[in-house]
């Protein structure tokens, strides 16, 4: 490793990396002499310079930290930072009530809990769930009783007695009628039917809350791809800042040639071009970074524009992942989506079991009370009370009990083949996603054990023959973009084998935890 800091009119050199040839060091340090002495490269000496050179071995572990805070050179004028807490003057209208204030810095566990709580798809899902819930005691709770007032005649020469109506005669000196009578109906259903009705909307509510931990599930594996996405962002900035650095180093040694008339100028430039991309590329990275923390603020019910910043551990991230006849037998057990469709086929079979019991009656039970007087008369007359039975018979052939039946039957079998199918694809959904992290379990090894390795020796010899006055510049431009080519696509191996095993967790019926 060579780490250099140069100010103004003070050159320091450290030299770690045993490895290279004393030569290299003072080629370094004739290039740090030349950027204070020579001012045709003075315009574009940066202020400080560390060079780093090594073996990258914590790709995911360690995320660049992303400060709120310009820098003491920063333009003013520049747009607040992109992580910083909203405030209610830019917040859009529909936000000014505030935002959730959760912390700031989360890892996938934390952001897990955050989703439960607060993302509004889960939070409808468990509503839906209580109040499917809440039907179950009405369904079981007994039929609203009816009361009942007659007054079964008028006042003789009331206008509402028609005329004659209800006139004293020879043979009925009170009237044809004036009793009252007050009663009291309680409707009965046959016995079980009512129980059996709230066992169904109880188990169709349990069906909803299977459901919504399905939900979970899948929302969580779409959390996870995004927080590993935003991981595998945030190490590709780091490997994008250590090839600065790298070419900062080929620089001032090609600088260092060139004013000892060992190189072509344009050795230099040429370094400064790849330099200046790939600090073009940080820009692009930071704004696919900027997405994916908005994404996964929206995802867990924040503000998409609160600060957040996300620590990842990979060492423990990276599991041992159970077997692919494991993982089918836990799935075909415990996962929410069967144990929602198997929930529908006892509701099912529940349903079969009420539409026969359509065949039996229903009672009510009818009290009254007669007295032989008006309503606002003086109590002139004897009580009389009458009890009455009645039976709801199913009439006209059973025709609404009969095709209820088929109904119920038809409701059951279609249940019976969605359990079915969806057993089928749950499995099948294991046996892709087992494959989709075999793939990336094989893919990040191989470029952990053999291509990264490779690249980087081939980087460091290219850069100590071109050093010691070898030929092979372009050689050595190769190998650094090489680098950090393969550098990028291990830190995405390693976010997508962790993203593969996160869904495959969760296809199982699993969280990654």
Same mark, same amino acid.
């Not at 045993?18 to 045709?40: C, D, E, F, H, W």
């Not at 955050?114 to 939070?123: T, V, W, Y």
């Not at 009705?197 to 929302?219: R, V």
């Not at 869904?503 to 990654?512: D, M, N, Q, R, Y």
């Given at each position: 490793? &060579?780490?250099?800091?140069?100010?103004? =009119?003070?050159?320091?050199?450290?030299?770690?990396?045993?490895?290279?040839?004393?030569?290299?060091?003072?080629?370094?340090?004739?290039?740090?002499?030349?950027?204070?002495?020579?001012?045709?490269?003075?315009?574009?000496?940066?202020?400080?310079?560390?060079?780093?050179?090594?073996?990258?071995?914590?790709?995911?572990?360690?995320?660049?930290?992303?400060?709120?805070?310009?820098?003491?050179?920063?333009? *003013?004028?520049?747009?607040?930072?992109?992580?910083?807490?909203?405030?209610?003057?830019?917040?859009?209208?529909?936000?000014?009530?505030?935002?959730?204030?959760? *912390?700031?810095?989360?890892?996938?566990?934390?952001?897990?809990?955050?989703?439960?709580?607060?993302?509004?798809?889960?939070?409808?899902?468990?509503?839906?769930?209580?109040?499917?819930?809440?039907?179950?005691?009405?369904?079981?709770?007994?039929?609203?009783?009816?009361?009942?007032?007659?007054?079964? !005649?008028?006042?003789?020469?009331?206008?509402?007695?028609?005329?004659?109506? =209800?006139?004293?005669?020879?043979?009925?000196?009170? !009237?044809?009628?004036?009793?009252?009578?007050?009663?009291?109906?309680?409707?009965?259903?046959?016995?079980?039917?009512?129980?059996?009705?709230?066992?169904?909307?109880?188990?169709?509510?349990?069906?909803?809350?299977?459901?919504?931990?399905?939900?979970?599930?899948?929302?969580?594996?779409?959390?996870?791809?995004?927080?590993?996405?935003?991981?595998?962002?945030?190490? $590709?900035? +780091?490997?994008?800042?250590?090839?600065?650095?790298?070419?900062?180093?080929?620089?001032?040694?090609?600088?260092?040639?060139?004013?000892?008339?060992?190189?072509?100028?344009?050795?230099?430039?040429?370094?400064?071009?790849?330099?200046?991309?790939?600090?073009?590329?940080?820009?692009?990275?930071?704004?696919?970074? +900027?997405?994916?923390?908005?994404? &996964?603020?929206?995802?867990?019910?924040?503000?998409?524009?609160?600060?957040?910043?996300?620590? !990842?551990?990979?060492?423990?991230?990276?599991?041992?992942?159970?077997?692919?006849?494991?993982?089918?037998?836990?799935?075909?057990?415990?996962?929410?989506?069967?144990?929602?469709?198997?929930? +529908?086929?006892?509701?099912?079979?529940?349903?079969?079991?009420?539409?026969?019991?359509?065949?039996?009656?229903?009672?009510?039970?009818?009290?009254?009370?007669?007295?032989?007087?008006?309503?606002?008369?003086?109590?002139?007359?004897?009580?009389?009370?009458?009890?009455?039975?009645?039976?709801?018979?199913?009439?006209?052939?059973?025709?609404?009990?009969?095709?209820?039946?088929?109904?119920?039957?038809?409701?059951?079998?279609?249940?019976?083949?969605?359990?079915?199918?969806?057993?089928?694809? &749950?499995?099948?959904?294991?046996?892709?996603?087992?494959?989709?992290?075999?793939?990336?379990? =094989?893919?990040?090894?191989?470029?952990?054990?053999? +291509?990264?390795?490779?690249?980087?020796?081939?980087?460091?010899?290219?850069?100590?023959?071109?050093?010691?006055?070898?030929?092979?510049?372009?050689?050595?431009?190769?190998?650094?973009?090489?680098?950090?080519?393969?550098?990028?696509?291990?830190?995405?191996? $390693?976010?997508?084998?962790?993203?593969?095993?996160?869904?495959?967790?969760?296809?199982?019926?699993?969280?990654?935890?």
């Amino acid at each position: 490793m &060579i780490l250099s800091h140069y100010k103004t =009119n003070t050159a320091i050199l450290t030299i770690f990396n045993k490895r290279l040839p004393v030569r290299v060091a003072y080629i370094v340090a004739a290039t740090a002499g030349i950027l204070l002495t020579n001012p045709s490269f003075s315009q574009n000496t940066p202020a400080s310079v560390t060079v780093q050179t090594g073996d990258p071995k914590d790709l995911l572990a360690v995320p660049p930290a992303i400060s709120n805070e310009s820098s003491p050179d920063s333009n *003013p004028t520049k747009a607040v930072s992109l992580f910083a807490p909203v405030s209610s003057k830019d917040a859009p209208k529909i936000y000014t009530k505030g935002t959730p204030s959760g *912390p700031a810095d989360m890892d996938l566990r934390q952001l897990w809990l955050e989703l439960k709580l607060n993302n509004p798809q889960l939070s409808s899902l468990r509503e839906s769930y209580l109040s499917a819930k809440a039907t179950v005691p009405q369904i079981n709770a007994p039929a609203n009783p009816q009361v009942g007032l007659v007054w079964s !005649g008028m006042p003789p020469g009331s206008p509402f007695a028609l005329g004659g109506a =209800n006139t004293p005669s020879s043979q009925n000196p009170g !009237g044809i009628s004036s009793n009252n009578s007050i009663s009291i109906a309680q409707p009965f259903q046959f016995p079980g039917k009512k129980s059996l009705a709230s066992d169904i909307a109880n188990t169709n509510a349990e069906a909803l809350l299977a459901q919504s931990e399905s939900a979970y599930l899948q929302l969580g594996a779409q959390l996870s791809t995004l927080y590993y996405n935003a991981l595998a962002s945030q190490k $590709q900035l +780091q490997v994008l800042k250590e090839s600065v650095m790298r070419l900062e180093m080929i620089k001032n040694v090609a600088r260092a040639r060139y004013s000892n008339n060992a190189a072509a100028y344009v050795e230099y430039l040429n370094a400064q071009v790849s330099q200046s991309a790939a600090q073009a590329d940080q820009f692009n990275v930071e704004r696919q970074l +900027q997405v994916s923390l908005s994404n &996964i603020n929206t995802l867990v019910g924040r503000h998409s524009r609160e600060r957040l910043v996300l620590r !990842g551990d990979v060492p423990r991230a990276i599991n041992s992942v159970p077997t692919l006849l494991e993982l089918e037998d836990y799935a075909e057990s415990s996962h929410p989506s069967l144990k929602s469709s198997a929930l +529908q086929l006892e509701a099912a079979r529940k349903g079969v079991d009420l539409a026969k019991k359509a065949y039996l009656p229903d009672f009510q039970v009818i009290g009254s009370s007669f007295t032989p007087r008006g309503p606002f008369a003086a109590n002139n007359g004897t009580m009389f009370y009458q009890l009455e039975l009645d039976l709801v018979i199913p009439l006209y052939f059973f025709t609404k009990e009969k095709y209820g039946v088929e109904q119920a039957q038809r409701n059951q079998a279609a249940a019976e083949a969605g359990n079915i199918s969806n057993r089928q694809q &749950i499995v099948l959904a294991v046996n892709s996603a087992y494959a989709a992290f075999d793939q990336a379990k =094989n893919q990040n090894q191989f470029l952990k054990d053999r +291509q990264v390795p490779q690249a980087d020796a081939a980087y460091k010899v290219a850069l100590t023959q071109y050093s010691n006055n070898g030929q092979g510049f372009n050689d050595l431009l190769t190998a650094q973009t090489q680098l950090r080519t393969l550098e990028v696509q291990l830190a995405f191996a $390693q976010s997508n084998l962790l993203q593969a095993q996160t869904v495959l967790l969760a296809t199982a019926g699993k969280e990654p935890f």
